[in-house]
């Protein structure tokens, strides 16, 4: 399999860098996000609803692009999407208060083999959709990092981790990196300091019966896909195991341990660069310091221009695979399995976890619900009214709501398996008569309440302690059954008059 870098210039027009970086935010408003980064998969089933119909258009053409492109660049006769990612990357400053951080203080910057991250990425690119951009006295372009439609950012450079030297390529919108996933390419994007980074990222294999399929019903049915599991069966096997293990043993990720571990794995130049030695000595060097100590030890060499003429041809551009150990991700690094998303579920909480909007693993179903309505308020409060039209809105309110594990607010599929109801207030009046139906309305006529869509958001228990009904002061929500409402709550239910709430407090 052929290995090498590629990096090209222009692969996106000046129209589709703003037209994706639009798509990009949109999907992104309301997502969760993982410290300052977010992302989202554009092939999943649900992907077209959340990006528009244009934007996911433009991406499925440029995904084709893409693969053509590393077809020939690799000269392999066909590659199957193994997966792709949307990411924005915030500056730390930009990281908004709005509960919805299900991992404050994630690192996005880990170097990393992608074919580590999972096996069936054999081929990666990178296409960034805006600039890098330094504010020096004398660069030759001042830096717009507030630009609403392409900002610059500061950081953000995109590093392969050779031996001896990074070379490093500075993001450009429309610049296109391709490159082999494995050992032979150790990378990492460094950390964005100013302004915000879109980058999309896509994965190819040469295996199609490893091309990435969204839905886990078709995994299990299909023979492709049994083979795939098979695959990844045989990646747990003793032999390969032994090999991670041996991989982590020799190699560490972050610079600081990088550094420290220069004088066992390192190469020689680097084992005896004094500063190296130093970095070894002092474990209790503070991260900056261990970055300066590492690009001291090892200057970096940049990348500009079309092409990497800069990088001579090395062993592995010759066909011989340089099997240099390289890092693996270490334990804490979690890759790129996204929490919650993209469905805008909760994200499910791990045993011991506190943080996301505020709740812990022992937190029960109701409260994790009043949480998430309330970090949903807090997004929009932060990041301002939506700036989509009125029928995107519905289709987000719609998008936030379906997953939660409270009174089904859509019920009702059509065989296509899409919602019947255009909008959410429909959905909702297609609910209370649903409910009206099977036997009367729990809580009454529930839009007369307030009109306003935050109150749905709010899930069960919004509008419970309203005027008409404040002789009884409610004790349950939408659909909580006798049972739950006697047993598990320790309060009265009376379901004999409509409009107040059945199950109160005794
Ligand atoms: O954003 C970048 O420049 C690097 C991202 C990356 O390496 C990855 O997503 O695997
Ligand atoms: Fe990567």
Known sequence: MACGRVMRDHFLDENEQTALITTVERTMRGLFHQGAQTSFAPEAKSAARHMGAAGHALFASVLQRVRRTLE????????????????????????????????????????????????SYDYSALLYLNSHCHADPGAPRACDYDRPERPDFDGGRFVWVDEGSDLVVEPRAGRLLTFSGGTENLHHGSKVLNGTRYVLGFWFTCHAELEYEDDEDCIANSPNARAAIAHREALRSPAHTALGAEIDASHNPRPAERAAAG????????????????????????????????????PPRYVDGLDLEARPPSAAEDGAVDHRRLPRPSDAWRGYDLPGFPDGTPAPFEEGYEGGYGLDDQATM??????????????????GPPMESAEDEARLKRQRTAGMPFHPLYPEKSPGGEDVHSNAEDAWDAMVAHDAAR????????RSVNDAGEERLGGGSAGRRRGGAAERTDCGFPGITEAQCVQERGCRWDDSRVGVPWCFEA
């Open 72 to 119: 020939s660049d690799f000269g392999v006769a066909r590659l199957y999407s193994a997966g792709s990612l949307l990411t924005r990357i915030w500056a730390d400053e930009r990281v908004p208060r709005d509960g919805m951080d299900v991992e404050p203080g994630h690192r996005y910057d880990n170097p990393h083999v992608d074919k580590a991250n999972r096996a």
């Open 263 to 298: 004088a066992r794995s390192g190469p020689a130049a680097a084992a005896t660069d004094p500063s190296t030695t130093a970095a070894a000595e002092a474990s209790e060097l503070t991260p900056d310091e261990a970055d300066e100590a590492d690009e001291a030890a090892r």
């Open 366 to 383: 109701e409260e994790a619900i009043e949480a998430y309505a309330a970090a949903l308020e807090r997004y929009d409060a932060v990041h």
């Open 439 to 446: 036997r009367a309305p729990a809580y009454g006529e529930r």
